[in-house]
């Protein structure tokens, strides 16, 4: 087994993960705050797949999916176009009002499927390529693979926990 497939798999858990958090909720649901400091369902995983897509396409060297296929016209968002959520405050979180389930899947469906084409083209010497010198030690491709990883699987797993509170509170 190459490093790749490792990557690989990691990021087909991230899919599913997402993918079960989001699935059936309506607009509200995925609007929904445990409290008005906290992330929603919309804003966790717009928030991962931007960042996904972002990191993917700098390492990759290619665009962005965001705006590529007209994804950041779709959602509509007031934010500029390269935004990721890094930083949101409260009212930033608020303002991501997503219509559908749906279409947070398709965006997070459309940033998976290239990423894993990136993955197919790497060996596991490229994971050793050195891409970010300003960290000490310097960053690898390998390491921020990892990095985004582990930031998405976190924020997937968010999304699941405010999920179950939001359809908590429909049955009541």
């Known amino acids: 087994m190459r490093s790749t497939d490792l990557l690989a798999d990691a990021f087909d858990r991230i899919q599913q993960t997402v993918r079960h958090a ?7 649901e995925l609007a929904f705050r445990v409290d008005e400091d906290a992330n929603s369902v919309a ?3 717009w928030h991962l797949t931007r960042v996904q897509d972002d990191h993917i396409a700098d390492a ?7 705006s590529d ?3 950041d016209l779709r959602f509509g968002l007031p934010f500029p176009a390269e935004d990721t959520g890094y930083g949101h405050d409260a009212d930033e979180v608020s303002a ?7 279409l947070l899947i398709a965006y997070h469906e459309a940033v998976h499927d ?3 084409r990136y993955l197919g ?17 310097p ?24 999920r179950g509170v939001a359809l908590r509170r429909r049955i009541r």
Do not use: M, Y
């Open 22 to 28: 989001v699935k059936g909720l309506t607009a509200d």
């Open 43 to 45: 804003w966790l995983v």
């Open 60 to 66: 990759a060297g290619t665009s962005q999916v965001w």
């Open 69 to 71: 296929n007209g994804w």
């Open 96 to 102: 991501v009002r997503v219509p559908s389930s749906d």
């Open 114 to 116: 290239r990423t894993l």
């Open 121 to 137: 083209t790497l060996s596991d010497a490229d994971l050793d390529h050195v891409i970010d010198e300003s960290w000490n030690p």
């Open 139 to 162: 960053v690898t491709l390998g390491v921020r693979l990892v990095s985004v990883v582990n930031d998405d699987i976190q924020h997937a797993g968010q999304a699941a926990f405010v």
